[in-house]
């Protein structure tokens, strides 16, 4: 699925469904490719063909920059804010439901919502280049959608280290060290080298061991559908204020120059 600027592709190989987005601007998210890739997570998840489903964006630079700003600028309802938002709450649900294993393959920074992706992966394998940072409450939202998948990966009080310094990157070690990455190599061509050994060998598992095990893993949550839709209203609802717009437009101008 293509739009003017970025896509989410698709594609199954010996029961291995890699799943890729991009977009020009760092790999962000603008609501397009989140409707896409909720859809096409949902597809794959209900694909007898997909055994292990392996996410990841283009490129060697940038995993994901989280929202785009150039959508959140153009927000003017509590409506159409909280409709943006909830693409990431959708994203995170079909992550959440799929009956497949996700393997994260994550090549460099995530910001905000790039790491509530990361977060919802089963098993992510990343390169030490790959730092994070929850930067929303920096431009006056806080990471309100993708918080219940970080919260629960890394803890309560990781969480709230990432959330409250959101200007501050966190390294790739600090990241394995509290449970977001379960890798971390020294090249990416380790990191995919480590990708493919792992979906093969899950390519071959039982299939509904595999889908018990998620089941297991993903116990407590059955409440997120109106968790994450309750928390994108919140956003919807600050986006809207002069501070984040002021903050927003800032940030565009000092990338700009």
Known sequence: MRHIEGYVNHEIEHGISTI????????????????????????????????????????????????????????????????????????????????????????????????????????????????????????????????????????????????IDATEWRSADWAKRHGLYSEIHKTLQEADDSVSRLAEKLSHSSPEAMAQLKKVFWHGTEHWDKLLTDRAAISGQLVLSDFTRNAINKFKSKSSK
């Open 20 to 163: 890729e987005f991009f977009h020009p601007s760092g790999n962000s998210l603008p609501g397009g490719i989140l409707t896409d890739l909720a859809k096409t997570i949902n597809d794959v998840g209900i694909d007898e063909r997909v055994k292990v489903i392996v996410l990841r964006s283009a490129g060697d630079k940038a995993f994901c920059a989280g929202a785009s700003f150039d959508e959140l600028i153009a927000i003017n309802t509590e409506e159409e804010g909280e409709k943006f938002f909830s693409g990431f709450a959708h994203v995170i649900n079909a992550m959440r439901k799929c009956h497949k294993l996700i393997i994260g393959r994550v090549q460099g920074k995530a910001v905000g919502g790039g790491v509530g992706l990361i977060a919802a992966t089963d098993y992510a394998i990343a390169t030490e280049e790959c730092s994070v940072k929850l930067s929303e409450l920096a431009v006056g939202i806080g990471p309100f959608v993708v918080g219940p998948a970080v919260e629960r990966k890394i803890g309560l009080s990781s969480y709230a280290q990432l959330a």
